[in-house]
């Protein structure tokens, strides 16, 4: 019977079996479409769908309780759930509008916590950033321990940056660390910082900001990245001979590693910036380490590397033989399991 597959349809929630979830439900809704625990078996249908990112067809199982079952135990969890599809399908508009009328409905719900940050999050997605920002203040004041501080600290230095209040919103990015319960959470605020002190033309504090966040995170976090923001502070700021050191270490510690893309940005403004350059001892000095080093990663079959620098000496190079030879290298189909995406790039363009 249907209270069967309910209790199964339940253990596959637990073990996130959310596929096997749905066609034992599906199979089963076919077979009784009037049954008791239908109202039920779509709840858990629609969190299924919720789980696998099939949104529209979330909305529809939610708001199907919604409208045929209103007096099932359920109606509280669709409500809650309608709306964050509709966020997810970014349906700003009604999400805000179902929230707004969820936490008067439902003051004691469960739910209430996270709707409260969802009813922002609406707002935000309208760009009423005002609006926004005072639920936002709410909540932080409501719920100074919600794993959802991070992210709504992030939000109101987003906002606060956006209307160019640049000291309150560094304030609120250093608020992140100590609230995040994720790297996501923490790299958002640092990267926002950063481009917040580009603004002021504040490279030291660029700097700084990344150091400590590489001693804090190291390879935890986005280090090619924040390599790369430092690098670029001191390329800025005229302090040459530091930004190559800082690229040299970074392209040969990591440039092999494909999801460093860090990497690829140092690749790309040293390319830019090669003219610019070219008359430094520092920049001449640079070069022959990293032909060297082109050299060490054929040796050592660093295929991602390899081709990394290759990619380097190609936009360097002017017209002609030597960059020919530089883009046959490139063009080898066999490269595409290595190269990185500048160099897809420059395959692709090629």
Not at 49 to 55: A, D, S, T
Not at 198 to 214: G, H, P, S, T, V
């Amino acid at each position: 019977g249907l209270g069967d597959v309910y209790k199964r349809q339940q253990l596959h929630v637990r073990r996130k079996e959310y596929t096997e979830c749905l066609r034992l439900s599906e199979a089963s809704l076919e077979e009784k479409p009037d049954h008791s625990l239908k109202p039920n078996l779509l709840y858990l249908m629609g969190y299924c769908h919720f789980r696998l990112n099939q949104h529209e067809q979330a909305l529809d199982r939610f708001a199907e309780i919604l409208s045929e079952h209103p007096d099932s135990a359920f109606v509280e969890d669709a409500s809650y759930w309608h709306p964050m599809a509709h966020l997810f399908l970014h349906h700003y508009t009604p999400a805000r509008e179902e929230f707004g009328v969820f936490l008067a409905t439902f003051p004691e719900s469960t739910y209430y916590e996270d709707g409260s940050f969802r009813y922002a999050v609406g707002f935000y997605g309208e760009g009423n950033h005002p609006s926004s920002e005072e639920q936002l203040q709410t909540f932080v004041k409501a719920y100074p321990k919600s794993r959802l501080l991070g992210e709504a600290y992030c939000m109101l230095g987003d906002i606060t940056a956006s209307w160019a209040k640049l000291d309150l919103a560094l304030d609120y990015y250093r608020r992140v660390p100590d609230a995040a319960v994720n790297m996501t959470e923490i790299n958002n605020a640092a990267f926002q910082s950063a481009r917040v002190y580009e603004l002021e033309a504040k490279y030291d504090e660029i700097i700084a900001l990344f150091r400590d966040y590489i001693e804090a995170h190291g390879e935890e976090g986005n280090f090619s990245q924040a390599l790369y923001w430092i690098g670029n502070a001191y390329m800025r700021s005229d302090r040459h001979g530091h930004a190559l050191d800082t690229f040299f270490n970074g392209i040969i510690a990591y440039g092999d590693a494909r999801a460093q893309y860090g990497i690829d940005m140092m690749i790309r403004d040293l390319a830019i910036q090669h003219q610019t350059l070219q008359g430094l001892d520092s920049h001449q000095r640079f070069m022959r380490k990293l032909y060297r080093a082109l050299a060490e990663a054929r040796k050592d079959s660093r295929r991602t590397l390899n081709l990394r620098l290759v990619t380097l000496f190609t936009e360097v190079t002017p017209s002609g033989t030597a960059r020919d030879k530089l883009v046959a290298i490139l063009m080898n189909p066999k490269n595409l399991e290595f190269a990185g995406p500048l160099t897809l790039a420059i395959m692709g363009r090629e």
